[in-house]
């Protein structure tokens, strides 16, 4: 299986990427780093929860 790493830094970059990440984990073996830019735990917690 292909590996594939994908950089993510900003909480709309997660929201855009939300419906690609289960399509991705599918294919490839991924993995998924958050840079923690314009970091909020309790913000960025609830979206990382939810996926």
């Known amino acids: 299986m292909a ?3 994908t950089v993510l830094g ?3 970059e997660i ?4 419906p690609l990440l289960p399509l991705l984990q599918a294919q490839f073996d991924h993995v998924l780093v958050h ?3 314009h970091y909020s735990y ?10």
């Open 35 to 37: 840079s923690g830019q």
């Open 42 to 51: 309790e913000l960025d917690a609830r979206f990382f929860e939810e996926l």
């Open 15 to 18: 929201i855009k990427l939300s």
């Open 3 to 5: 590996k594939l790493l």
């Open 10 to 12: 900003t909480r709309p």
